[in-house]
């Protein structure tokens, strides 16, 4: 964790687009987030053209979402999600009318990989020396 | 925000069935949530058959969540969760007992549309001022 | 609710694991948690090969979460996680490193099965006495 989940049509991301996608909240995440790159999962799932409504009008939504530990300061989420905003619109070229961004938080102690609880944010360094 | 994400078997829904309930969720949110229209994103996903399981049985589950922003009250959510109910029972048409309906709350801080980060329940229209 | 979603690369589970993880979460969520198997629910997603990264990097990345009704203990949530990364690493065979396992929590009194409010935890039998 975090899991970042990006829903777009089908056939609007390349491979391209989405290695860059995964390498730029990877290392936004990292950097503003304070989590190693090891943690940052992204899925790209996608829907059927016509599945996706705003307004209650077929349209071309492109949602990206992330669950990540809770336990951040509000400043810190401000900072992610804006520049989240910023690097998917670029990489989509969805139009704004038609994106959603957003951050949920979940409780690092109700998160595990690698086979063990998560440590709270600002641990993380132990953490890897022993599960890392 | 609010996302909703409706979840059925492969075939469940034409696509007259899902503009219906993009139509109807929809309203609904608008007129109990007081969100704007514009606000309102509704997905339709689906599984193939066989991957969806009640008490460790293969069925026809048919799930309707929201992800909405925090700061409604109880009542208000009680109201919105139950008309969900009742409109998605009958578009769908899906089993009582495979159905699964439910809002999550996120904070308006941590939602981004537009370009900007979304107003707390109440003050949407201020917000569509500027940005809507 | 519960509902457990599983989200592998096309191809990682056979329906003979997909059932055989059904049965053990179901189980496990009914002893552990105290819910009626009847409340537990289980989909399975996937994602095409190559849409799943880990630190930016293209992997088998397969994913257990589980939304679930607010008001358990930490140790119980505690066992809980930790059984389901157990029972998930072995029926699916996932590299350690591309898994993850988590619990969110959402009110009681924001879900609806059977055409009603879901109870708190500890509440389930007078629930079942109505509406089961």
């Given amino acids: 964790m975090p899991l970042y989940t990006s829903i777009t049509p089908e056939g609007m991301l390349s491979a391209k687009q989405k290695q860059l996608i995964a390498e730029q909240v990877t290392k936004l995440h990292s950097e503003v ?3 190693p790159p090891s943690f940052v999962r992204i899925i790209f799932q996608t829907y059927p053209a016509g599945d996706g409504f705003t307004a209650a009008k077929e349209g ?3 949602v990206l979402s992330g669950q990540v530990r809770m336990g951040r300061s509000k400043e810190t989420k401000t900072k992610m999600i804006t520049s989240l905003w910023t690097l998917y ?3 989509t070229g969805a139009s ?3 994106m959603l961004v957003f951050l949920a938080d979940v409780p690092a ?3 595990m990989e690698m086979g063990a609880i998560l440590p709270e ?3 993380e360094a132990e953490w890897l020396a ?3």
Same sequence: chains 1, 2, 3.
Wanted: cysteine-free; aromatic content about 0%.
């Fill in 109 to 111: 102690t109700q998160t």
């Fill in 33 to 35: 987030m304070g989590a």
């Fill in 96 to 98: 704004k009318d038609q």
């Fill in 60 to 62: 071309k939504l492109a």
């Fill in 89 to 91: 619109e670029k990489a």
């Fill in 121 to 123: 944010p600002g641990h």
């Fill in 130 to 132: 022993v599960h890392g």
